[in-house]
């Protein structure tokens, strides 16, 4: 998967003398068995939940409403029931297309902005970067309001209707995106030299041919990591989705909930389709993780710190 | 905030009729000179398409939310909210003296300080016992992980299951002979919440910490060892104020997570939620969607948007905008 350093970046320490032993004791911040402890705790508590989706996706209901952690009865049924009881096979592709569209867009769009950010100087531009901060912290509550209101005037005024198509999630999420995309690309994009650009531009590259040509070759990881935070904003969002959707356009993460909802009272709940339809959910996410983590843990500390 | 984006729409605005002045940002001359290529042609029209998604979907809304405060909003007067009767503050008044509002605010706040406070020391400690290089870190990183990988609906969906009466966690706790009583309702609820919170977050602050030992160099350690300090003395004295900075920042950013937080909330404990949980975010939510006060709703938000504020001004102070070599990059 990956080596140590890779989701800390460069260690000034291990660069040095690799390996030695010295060395390893001179910037050792605890002993070794405060050190087991800690890892052994933290461990168990993320494992433990973690282990008990799966163990109770195979588990059979009543198994999992006794209260059992390992299955008395094992059975992968679940994992077939959910497309059509969850309605998980709609709910995920209409996450995918949804979530997926907005990387896309988010990505390109946020490189071109975080490009005319970081090379050009113009009047606002420490009011936009600021913006871009501020303006993720905007509670959503407050916005879904307004724009469904927003969107339901659409359809009375102008006749387009918005409000249960997957546009409107479309547009919503590409806008909410979009600063945390634009920062991560700001931050990337400061990293990178300008003489290549300088080049091409004596070359006679224009504007256009300088991002196209010069900057989204060279900045792809940046691309990628703005892209995911976009993708994971589309995929993880229930409030804007249990507003503006009907149950054909629904995404995943609101068929869950409905599911789960629907569930109260009644006779036993369908936990192990519950947990079953949380595991599929959850899959493409901790993929896209593992597969991205070192780009991922860079570009979500900048984002944060710098 | 609401004027810092107003303000960042209308500079769009300005910018793509060219007003092509030298900003005032970069008085010295050298700077200047060496680019002065790229001075010339601008492609601020790439600002447009950004810009004006934003000020569509955020900014106009954010005014409309803003004026439906004042309107007399319910399910049949939305249809036509451009002529509901407005009625001025009688929304705010209503808000804070005969709504929950109070409760959820102490409670949004409350919630998030607690689990910032248990969530800080775990991420320290997690970025702590990783820092050193050991066989198998790279996989341990990776699990510390995993809570702030999956999707809140998730984790909460998860939780719910795990904390309902009888189940798991009972179950355990039963064998050890606790009997703990509801999870999901009554005031134990509000400590549920916690817990996941704490479970869903202490990543992140693990994240943060992780980058700021990074920072540590390597001399600080050679000096520390030379001079003989115990471990705990070298974390107390020598690392830990390097965490200062990435730590403040996990704080603020935490407690905007926090506060803002409605997914987990929502599918823990459904709408409407138990009152110990009523939480700013849901209680804003369930005025709208469940007893259609639309604008005691927006009057709600708006409340919140100032106590947002709090955190995100000192957030957006506190931030470096530019790098000292960019254009501006003097703060």
Known sequence: ?306 | MSTDSLTAGKSTRRKTSRAAKPGPQSPDGTLRRRKGLSERNRPLWMLIPGGLLMIVIIVVPLLLGIFMSGLDLDQYSLRQWVSAPFIGVQNFVEALTASPLLHAIWLSVSYSLLAMVVTIPLGIAGAVATQNAFKGRALIRSIFLIPYVLPSFVVATVWRTMFQPGSVIDSMLHSVGIDAGLWLNGPQSYWTLILVQIWASWPFVYLLALSGLQSVDHEVHEASALDGALWWNKLRYVVFPYLKGPLSLAFLIGMLHHINNFTLPFVLFGVPAPSDVELLPILTYVTSFQSFRFGLSAAMAFISLILIAIPLFIYLRAVKLDDAETPGGKK
């Not at chain 1, 905007?138 to 102008?158: C, D, I, K, N």
């Not at chain 1, 994009?189 to 531009?201: K, M």
Request: charged share 10%.
């Open chain 1, 1 to 306: 998967m990956s080596t140590a350093t890779t989701a800390a970046g460069r260690r000034p320490s291990e660069d040095f003398r690799p390996g030695s032993k010295r060395q390893h004791e001179v910037t050792r911040l605890m002993p070794g068995p405060m050190l087991a402890i800690i890892l052994t705790v933290l461990c168990a508590l993320v494992l433990i939940p973690v282990a008990y989706i799966f163990l109770a996706s195979v588990n059979s209901d009543i198994g999992v409403a006794r209260g059992e952690f390992f299955p008395s009865s094992f059975s992968f049924e679940n994992y077939s029931t959910i497309w059509s009881s969850v309605g998980l096979a709609t709910g995920l592709a209409n996450s995918v297309l949804v979530a997926g569209s907005t990387a896309v867009v988010s990505a390109l769009m946020s490189i071109a902005t975080a490009y005319v950010l970081v090379r050009y100087q113009f009047r606002g531009r420490l009011t936009i970067l600021r913006a871009l901060l501020g303006l993720q912290s905007v509670p959503g509550t407050l916005m879904v309001l307004p724009v469904f209101v927003l969107f339901s005037s659409s359809a009375t005024y102008l006749g387009i209707q918005v409000i249960g198509t997957q546009w409107g999630l479309f547009l919503t999420y590409l806008t909410f995106a979009m600063p945390f995309s634009t920062w991560v690309m700001v931050t990337y994009l400061r990293g990178l030299p300008r003489e290549l650009e300088e080049a091409a531009r004596i070359d006679g590259a224009s504007n256009m041919g300088v991002l196209l040509r010069i900057i989204l070759p060279l900045s792809w990881p940046g691309v990628v990591v703005s892209g995911i935070f976009a993708f994971l904003l589309g995929w993880n969002d229930v409030l804007f989705a249990s507003v503006m959707t009907r149950p054909e356009s629904q995404t995943a993460a609101v068929a869950l909930q409905v599911f789960g909802a629907s569930q109260e009272g009644g006779a036993i709940p369908f936990y192990g389709q519950m947990m079953a339809a949380s595991l599929v959910c959850a899959a493409p996410v901790v993929i896209l993780y593992l597969i991205f983590q070192r780009y991922l843990v860079g570009g979500l500390t900048a984002g944060g710190v710098k």
